[in-house]
């Protein structure tokens, strides 16, 4: 079993993760908060442990908009589907949303888990704009968009207490 797949890893001190791999918290002691990727994993630090988190909460958000909008871009292209937008939030009990105004929401938590769930979630998202509901259609059209959708369900299923829990500790 792989880190990606154990769900209990996701709760070890001293790391976060990104695309279902940890990366270290390398800390530092200057200047203002700070959360950025380095080399060899997030360089964190200055100020209060609270500014430190809500740095990191920033990070992350970041790096699910850098990742979660040009893959709605991309899958969009190939399915013939637009977004009108596109938001990242912090949901509690929901990976993604789309309005009947074709505005996508999804959760800044899913670039914790591995990429092809994402993938998964966005496709999800993208049909919802064809089909407001979950319907006898709209899972034919998720099946033929991304075949190996229930194999990314089911990691999602048995992964998203621990990821809608997930808490950086530093």
Not at 131 to 151: G, K
Request: hydrophobic share 40%; proline share 5%.
């Amino acid at each position: 079993m792989n880190e990606t797949d154990a769900a209990i890893e996701y709760a070890r001190p001293g790391v976060v993760w990104l695309e279902g791999r940890p990366l270290p918290i390398q800390p530092t002691g200057t200047g203002r908060a700070i959360a950025r990727q380095g080399d060899e994993g997030l360089v964190v630090g200055g100020g209060s442990r609270a500014k430190v988190l809500a740095a990191i909460d920033r990070w992350y958000r970041r790096e699910a908009r850098d990742r979660i909008e040009p893959l709605v871009e991309s899958e969009g292209d190939r399915l013939g589907l637009r977004a009108k937008k596109v938001t990242v939030r912090n949901q509690r009990t929901r990976w993604g949303s789309c309005s009947t105004s074709g505005t996508l929401s999804f959760n800044w938590r899913l670039v914790l888990g591995r990429p092809e769930a994402l993938r998964y979630v966005v496709v999800h998202e993208l049909i919802h704009i064809r089909h407001h509901n979950h319907s006898r259609a709209f899972w034919n059209d998720l099946a033929a968009a991304f075949p190996e959708y229930r194999a990314e369900a089911a990691w999602l299923r048995s992964n998203e207490r621990h990821l809608l829990r997930w808490k950086p500790r530093i």
